[in-house]
């Protein structure tokens, strides 16, 4: 998933009037919010050889704990019919969250609904939330032909869901709340998958991905339909161009016009997504299959060039995680990363691929795009999800999460997980790889798999929800600790300063009350409510109009205790990274009976 980053602008629109007053209570507390402003600082978005890499962000904790999967009763059935552990790091808990077949990719919406696709089913389901039980799971929008990545977009107002079906893309107006789509859109047409003519009914990797950058231009993943045939792949006047050509990525306007090829050399280009707050765009790519060795001396028990060992097929050649330039050329399928020298799975170079390339002919390899980022051959990267602009837990805020959906030819398997790499900010750039969440593949002698993760997408909440197509099931790893940290609030200085109310003379009701809205929108901001004193039975700890906008801060509230509850959202309230402590009665009550009051302006950065 795309971060399937959407950049939305409230328009001042359905301002509520200022009749809520500062709350009563019965007897004297402080409550205090402090507010520590940061200036920011800008990092270069890219850098060359020679440049200084800047220190990685600490190393968060990986998958090191064993849970049993929570299952909800009537989602106890295969392969839930019994217990099932996965590992994930300290302070989370896992769940699953709704049973659906073959989930694929997903997208938040702006209220926190999740949209879930099902390629091979035809449809994108819409899972709700249910404070009384199980999700609630409907239609959103079927008779599609295998609908497959989904981004939200927002231009001159107007929210859109871009869809990426195998042979087209559209687009639909989106309703804050909407429980199906609104007007369509056909924005990309005779996009080639396995009901092309030229294809007779085979193609193998017909699914398609987008992204949309920050300049409303449309990303369009191109796979190739075989596994190294150039036919289908180069565009090189030698094999005859295909239009599109194979293997690529495609730009164009918002509105489909102006198409343009943007790279090739990318065998299946499943996961792409701009680096929050920037241009740079990142693909997590499938490589080929069944390399033959390149030379005699290429190790791993070959003899001479040509040879197909599994030896030398098991790690050869890697997948790829790369930036993708503008008019870049990243090899495949006449040239292949090496990951034996010796920057190992960094900055590869190539080798030339025994099949296609082998006297250098079709391709120089000393002028193909490095590859970034080498991950272990064949475990199949699909979803990709940048962390920096969602709630997720701020120790992981500064990375992207990898969906491996595991391999299907290697001995033994690999994949079958969730990979996290830290994110330098100054070379925009991964370091190593971590396992975030693994145990979909068991530790014995078969290597028995019962589940294949897929796509990652961040909640309202900061609960991470991951799909997995082979049980037909989304799952949601909630963090169960509470961060108090510090806040830098949009537009100001970058001065220090403190700001706390003392309230006395109460009978009951609200403590206090942002009216007609509180704003805060900036993705590293910490906001911490400190209730100081033991509460009576309140309607509300705290109260946020309609239109309130807290799109940046992670918000925690921290109190003694109280029979009420802990926060309400009145009626369009937009609230990100929340956290909430010591409530132990209702903590969270969103009222939508005001209306998606949609006030601002407020810039909000949806994950």
Partial sequence: MATKGVLEQYPKTHRPTKTTQLARVSFIFVLGFFILFQPETSMPVSAGAGAVRAALPPIPPGASEALVVQVPTSMQYSPFDTPRTLYVPPGFSIAVYARLGGARFMAVTPNGDLLVSQPFSDQISLVRPNPAGDPIVSTFVSGLRKPHDMVFHVINNITYLYVAESHQVVRYVYTYGATTPGARQLIVEKLPDASSAELGGNYGHQLKNIA????????????????????????????????????????????????????RGLRNAEGLAFVPGTNILWAAVNNRDNTPCPSANAGFGCTKAGEVLASYVNDHPPEEFTRVRDGGNYGWPFCNPNPDSPSGLENMPFDRDYDNNRDGTRLNCDTADR??????????????????????????????????????????????????????????????????????????????????????????????????????????????????????????????????????????????????????????????????????????????????????????????????????????????????????????????????NRLGPCLVVKG
């Fill in 212 to 263: 949309i950058g920050p300049d409303h231009k449309l990303y369009v993943s191109i796979a190739s339909r075989s596994n190294a045939d150039i036919s289908s792949a180069s565009g090189d006047p030698q094999d005859g161009s295909t239009d599109p050509i194979r293997a690529t990525i495609y730009q164009y306007n918002a509105n489909g016009s102006g198409k343009r090829l943007y790279a």
């Fill in 371 to 596: 590859i970034n980022k080498g991950i272990q051959a064949h475990s199949a990267p699909l979803g990709l999800t940048f962390l920096q602009d969602t709630a997720f837990p701020a120790a992981y805020q500064s990375g992207v999460a990898l969906g491996m959906h595991g391999s299907w030819n290697r001995s033994p398997k690999s994949g079958y997980k969730i990979l996290y790499f830290p994110w330098d900010s100054a070379t925009q750039t991964p370091g190593n790889e971590l396992d975030l969440v693994k145990g979909w593949m068991l530790n014995d002698t078969g290597q028995s798999v019962w589940g294949r993760p897929v796509d990652t997408a961040i909640g309202l909440d900061g609960s991470m929800f991951i799909s997995d197509d082979q049980s037909g099931t989304v799952y949601k790893m909630t963090p169960t600790r509470n961060e108090v940290a510090n806040i830098t609030k949009a537009g100001d200085d970058g001065s220090r300063g403190t700001l706390s109310f003392a309230l006395a003379n109460s009978q009951s009701g609200d403590i206090i009350t942002f009216d007609p809205l509180l704003n805060i929108s900036n993705p590293a901001a910490r906001l911490t409510f400190n209730i100081s004193s033991n509460l009576p039975a309140l309607k509300a700890g705290v109260t946020l109009n309609g239109g309130s906008c807290l799109s940046g801060p992670r918000v925690t509230f921290n109190g003694p205790g109280a029979p009420g509850n802990g926060l309400v959202l009145n009626g369009g309230t937009t609230l990100k990274n929340l956290a909430l402590q010591n409530f132990p009665a209702k903590q969270l009550v969103v009222n939508r009976t005001n209306g998606p």
